[in-house]
């Protein structure tokens, strides 16, 4: 009789930040549910923070568990869990930060070599892991947190550098070769895609190995945007699979709330105040994990959020550095008793999001968030910072047509007194167009809604990206029968 076959063994290794871990581990749990063994390797400090939501996916009847790899104590302050990166911090930061991460190959290969998974999943910035499955001949998958439009973007920027042709920061080019006509500014691209930094060598290793991979694993879903899922596979030559969104693997209130850092405010707090409020009424302003503003900013934002006369659930993040009196207006929250709420910290976004109280999200454009927001079917007023949001703005703004830009230009990463300052009344046009009742807030309400809809039926049981998911298990439950 021939042997029981036991499950498809996978090592997820996300890298150690949060919007790069969140979705990761979602994921890993996307897996357990499909009956694979999961294995998350992480940090003691991040597999602490992971315990409870890891307990609850083991009592379903699910294999996961996490292994740790210990950093030296010179590499732990800037590489375990919320302490990787600073605002203040510059790209090269991030650089080293992926460096100090390099330093764990060696403890992963023997994790590796002990356990004797089938594959391993790993983030874009851990590339030097498809030379860990190259030694043990198991395959490497990339997982990329992003969309499939924004990586072909990338993919055309780097092969024709367009930016290269027009004569200022600010004269619009048309990325070429897409399947929409996409337009940008030199000033909206990353300032590595210009000039020669770490930041290029990076991206050089992970473009190398992400060719020497088995394939990418995206976090989006094919109807989102099928003309690219395809332009991807078939033009860039991709082997690909989409799973997402991933963060609808949490369907219980607990799971929801707990993704990320401890919220600043508990979810049933959170939750009673949105009740208290009518349908589509509530202005959502959050600007993820690394969305730091000046204390000028922010009050340009106080005012604009007073001005449209709306309720108003605002995230400022940690902004402990600034004094409030420097951004708040005097009597601020006096004024806005009742009618707004401010969470300083971490708060359950999702949680937030699918809340039939809130109208509009105004947004950071991080992926994460973007598709969050999109799975709530609800409509942005975008405002991109740095990463690869400026085009996930246009996918958001020019190709799914369910947001307004409020006008940023500057890709900044870091340094917040660098980015120009966002008017009052420039915030305030572009949330009274989204809130208001005319034919096109109307249209883009109408696409968002939609759009909610065709994300919960991608992860149902037949839909598109369980049945990817479901492939690319049988796919790998199958590399080492093909030798």
């Known amino acids: 009789m021939a042997a029981e076959r036991r499950p498809l063994h996978v090592f997820c290794f996300p890298f150690l930040a949060e919007g790069h871990m969140i979705p990761m581990i979602d994921m890993a749990k996307l897996f357990a549910e499909h009956d694979a063994r999961v294995s998350i390797i992480t940090t003691p400090r991040n597999a602490a923070a992971l315990e409870k939501t890891i307990e609850r996916t083991r009592c379903s009847g699910h294999q996961i568990e996490t292994h740790c790899l210990e950093f030296s104590s010179s590499h732990a ?14 790209v090269d930061n991030f650089v080293d930060l992926t460096k100090a991460v390099g330093m764990l190959q060696e403890p992963f290969e023997r994790l590796v070599e002990e356990h004797h998974p089938d594959c391993i999943i790993s983030d874009m910035f851990l590339p030097w892991t498809v030379d860990v499955a190259d030694k043990f001949g198991i395959p490497r998958l990339v997982f990329n947190g992003s969309s499939f439009f924004s990586l072909c973007v990338w993919e055309r920027i780097g092969r024709y550098a367009p930016h290269k042709n027009v ?5 619009v080019f048309i990325v070429p070769c897409l399947p929409h006509s996409i337009e940008l500014t030199r000033s909206q691209i990353p300032d590595f895609s210009k000039a020669q930094s770490g930041f290029v060598e990076l991206f050089e290793r992970v473009r190398e190995s992400d060719v020497r991979s088995f394939g990418v694993v995206m976090n989006t879903f094919y109807e989102l945007e099928p003309a690219y899922a395809e332009h991807c596979k078939k033009e860039l030559g991709r082997k690909a699979w989409n799973v997402g969104p991933v963060s609808l693997c949490n369907r219980n209130t607990v799971d929801i ?8 405010i508990g979810p049933d707090d ?23 503003f000046t204390a000028h900013q922010l009050l340009e934002i106080a005012l604009a959020l007073e001005a449209s006369n709306r309720p108003f659930l605002w995230v400022v993040g940690d902004c402990k550095k600034l004094s409030e009196n420097e951004w708040l207006a005097d009597g601020f929250e006096e004024r806005m008793q009742g009618k707004g709420l401010i969470i ?103 696409r968002a809604k939609e759009l909610g809809k065709m994300a919960y039926r991608a992860v149902e049981v037949g839909g598109s990206s369980y049945a990817d998911l479901s492939r690319l298990i049988e796919e790998l439950k199958t590399y080492g029968l093909k030798a």
């Open 77 to 90: 302050a800037v590489s375990d869990g919320s302490e990787n990166i600073d605002a203040k911090q510059t």
């Open 344 to 446: 300083r910290g971490w708060a359950p976004q999702v949680l937030i999001l699918s809340h039939p109280a809130v109208g509009v999200f105004v947004t950071h454009c991080g992926w994460n968030s973007t598709l969050e927001a999109i799975s709530a079917g609800v409509t942005m007023v975008t405002w991109p910072i740095a990463a690869e949001q400026f085009y996930n703005e246009k996918l958001i703004t020019k190709v799914l047509r369910i947001g307004v830009p409020v006008g940023s230009k500057v890709w900044v990463p870091f340094d917040a007194k660098k980015r120009p300052v966002i008017r009052r009344d420039e915030i305030e046009k572009a949330i009274t167009l989204m809130m208001d009742a005319g034919e096109e807030a109307e249209g883009m309400r109408k």
């Open 270 to 292: 959170c939750l009673k105040w949105l009740d208290g409020k009518t349908s589509g009424s509530v202005v959502y302003v959050c600007f993820g994990s690394r969305g730091q």
């Open 257 to 264: 709330a707990e993704r990320g850092k401890k919220a600043c």
């Open 167 to 171: 004569a200022s920061d600010m004269e």
